[in-house]
């Protein structure tokens, strides 16, 4: 737009009045940037400006810098628009170097580390701001300022106070001391962490600032997660030596190590090692338990080592390409570091970036304060959250994390231990009846076990059970460790398309005697602890395959569900909520197929591409598609609630564990989500808020009045 010339050379006019001086004579102005949104130091700031052509020009100048670099890489960061724009702001200059009653100051009104209720800043005696900010001089604690100037420490605390009573939040303020006169330069809502966040705004709340709805609205996902896992202290003082993707969240050390075997017998000595393999596998998993945490050059967000340690809460990094493992020689290069076995690595699951040595961890940890603001998220939300556990141990964890149920529990994980392993490669690789029948007799007992375990430690809490889903080529190990029988038999199984081929509910109807015995082993586990147990079967298509499952559960007093991961499920709602006692979203599943992307393809090829032109806004399975996967299933909950009204509805994707998705899943009636144990304080801050979101909406609708 054009820059009003006119209405500034008045607006200076009107300056030179109110000072008694003339621009050039004792008169300098700054000129400075004022968005709607925070972004310090990102856009430009031309000080000490004495004539009205620079001032034109410094004006354009800040306009301009909106499209800086800097600018634009932090608004792409922090989700704020483009098209919202900045003012700018011309003010009279005030001297802080002018004399020993000068000095210049930035202040917060609250402790933006700990969010503790005290003055928090620095102080430069005879300086300006500009000295300040450099780092030229080294500042004193605002506290000096105290003992120093008594009467501008009183004012500055008497001010601020009243800045922050009228914008409701913590206040981040610049100011400058001339002559003894005290001059507010800037305030703004501070920047905090996610400890100070989450202090301040119970804090505010409890002093009559803000309502506790607000209180809620003010806490990001971003501020809860960082209570929940150990991380890096400072990690930007250190440089990476590879980088992938973030698999599972936290930070862990340990000697590095290639084998599973090395991993299990490091624990027994209780050494801390990470494992380090090309990729994992089911046989894998006692090396990935006894790990600190695990390190894949291959593999993205949903392969065996993502979902396996994100289940068992242990920091994880798939997809680390540049990463060239050497199993034979037991080493990995990575920006020209050979790493050797023994060699010490620190892993971020958070950012997937690797590290040589160890560096200082800051250990997870919560506070009253977040206790007390999950309360009150208790009361505002309307949605259950749930976990998914797989495990006694696992499920012991998603209780510390305030779980109200498991949403999911993948029973092909408790085939992953040896003697499991050995009895379902038993059942895959049996010729005879009898043979066939010995392994399945192994297996349930083995099954049941572990299902009296699960229900002793749920002590009557809700939980869904999925039936297997893998394909059973996935239980056995590769050809180069088979022998001649076992390779003959993968050869049989092999698919050109394993994940859309024969998996889920499929095997219940070409080897019932699968299902039945898992089936059976969990109604007599129920007999023998008391439980609330819902099953649930993948990959259905047709109500005909939920008529066949159902038919093998029978009399055993168990709910019967779907979990709605194809497509065509989806187009048939109504009919399978005629059958079905519940429905649960697989949206990890779900989005492939409405995307017809395999996620890890798409992933290491081109989805970065689409995200950087623009072509999608966001990736898909961290964060739902609204207009594509969410409007599917919307239309089937619209239709499934049509025959069947109080049909249950829940999500058990990733996507149950992420704040916008969980604010449209309240949205379109979803009963409950489920997701990683660590992500439930995240999850139940987001139902929450999207609960008080939708009451403002409503309260707003209300007061509007038809036209005419």
């Not at 996935?474 to 180069?480: A, D, G, R, V």
């Amino acid at each position: 737009g054009k820059i009003p010339v006119e209405e500034i050379n008045q607006a200076l006019g009107t300056l030179e009045q109110r000072t008694g001086k003339k621009l050039g004579d004792g008169l300098a102005v700054s000129v400075r940037s004022s968005a709607a949104a925070s972004m310090p130091g990102m856009m430009d700031t031309v000080l000490d400006v004495k004539n009205k052509t620079d001032v034109i020009s410094a004006v354009k100048k800040v306009f301009e810098s909106w499209n800086n670099p800097r600018a634009i890489d932090y608004r792409r960061l922090n989700r704020i628009s483009a098209d919202m724009g900045t003012a700018v702001i011309i003010q009279a200059m005030v001297f802080g170097d002018l004399d020993e009653k000068s000095g210049t100051g930035v202040l917060f009104t609250r402790n933006p580390s700990t969010g503790e209720k005290v003055l928090f800043g620095e102080y430069i005696s005879g300086a300006k701001g500009e000295d300040l900010v450099s780092g030229r001089r080294t500042p004193q604690s605002i506290s000096a300022l105290q003992s120093q100037m008594p009467d501008m420490y009183a004012q500055l605390d008497e001010i601020t106070g009243i800045l922050e009573n009228h914008f409701r939040d913590m206040q981040d303020v610049e100011f400058t001391i001339e002559s003894g006169t005290l001059y507010i330069l800037q305030t703004r809502s501070g920047k905090r962490s996610g400890q100070a966040s989450v202090k301040i705004a119970v804090d505010m709340a409890k002093e009559g600032y803000i309502s506790r709805e607000e209180a809620l609205l003010r806490v990001s996902a971003e501020d809860v997660r960082s209570f929940l896992h150990r991380r890096i202290e400072h990690p930007e003082k250190y440089k990476s030596i590879a980088k992938g993707l973030g698999a599972a969240p936290g930070a862990t050390c340990g000697a590095v190590v290639f084998y599973p075997v090395d991993a299990v017998a490091a624990m027994k000595k209780n050494e801390r090692v990470i494992l380090v393999r090309p990729e994992t596998s089911p046989d894998d998993i006692l090396g990935v338990s006894a790990a600190m945490g695990v390190l894949t050059s291959r593999g993205g967000l949903t392969s065996h080592a993502a979902i396996v340690t994100r289940a068992m809460g242990k920091p994880c990094i798939c997809g680390a390409e540049e990463v060239k493992i050497d199993l034979h020689a037991e080493t990995f290069l990575a920006d020209s570091h050979v790493v050797k076995k023994g060699d010490i690595i620190t892993i971020d699951g958070n950012t997937g970036k690797v590290y040589l040595g160890t560096l200082p961890m800051v250990e997870a940890e919560g506070s009253p304060e977040l206790a007390e603001l999950l309360t009150w998220a208790d009361s505002f939300r309307q949605l259950k959250v749930k976990a998914n556990a797989d495990t006694a141990d696992a499920i012991a964890h998603a209780k510390k994390f305030g779980a109200e149920g498991i949403g999911l529990c993948r029973t092909e994980r408790q085939f992953n231990g040896p003697e499991r392993l050995a009895a379902i490669r038993r059942l895959i690789l049996a010729e005879t009846k009898e043979q066939k029948a010995e392994a399945l007799t192994v297996l349930r007992k083995l099954q049941r076990e572990d299902f009296v375990a699960i229900f002793k430690e749920l002590q009557g809490m809700p939980i869904i059970i999925r039936l297997l889903d893998l394909p059973l080529h996935e239980f056995l190990p590769s050809e180069e460790t088979a022998d001649h029988a076992m390779k003959q038999r993968i050869k049989e199984l092999e698919e050109t398309n394993p994940m859309l081929g024969h998996r889920g509910v499929r095997l219940a109807v070409t080897s019932p005697e699968i299902y039945q015995m898992q089936i059976d082993a969990i109604a007599e586990a129920c007999a023998e602890v008391k439980a609330d147990v819902s099953i649930m079967v993948p990959q259905v298509i047709t109500t005909q395959e939920l008529v066949w499952v159902k038919k093998m559960v029978n009399d055993k007093g168990l709910k019967l569900g779907v979990m709605m991961e194809t497509v065509r499920a989806c187009m048939r709602a109504g009919r399978l909520a005629q059958v079905a006692d519940f429905f649960s979203f697989g949206t990890n599943d779900l989005t492939q197929a409405v995307f017809s992307f395999s996620r890890e393809d798409v992933e290491k090829k081109f989805l970065s591409t689409y995200l950087d032109a623009g072509i999608l806004q966001d990736n898909p399975f961290l964060i739902l598609d609204v207009k594509g996967v969410g409007r599917l299933m919307e239309t089937a909950i619209t239709w499934a609630r049509r025959e069947k009204k109080d049909l249950s509805i829940g999500v058990c994707g990733e996507h149950g564990g992420e704040p916008r998705s969980i604010m449209f899943f309240h949205s379109i009636g979803v009963d409950s989500v489920s997701c990683s144990p660590f992500r439930i304080p995240i999850a139940k801050l987001a139902a929450a808020q999207g609960a008080i979101l939708e009451n403002h909406i409503a309260a707003a609708r209300s007061k509007l009045r038809p036209l005419g």
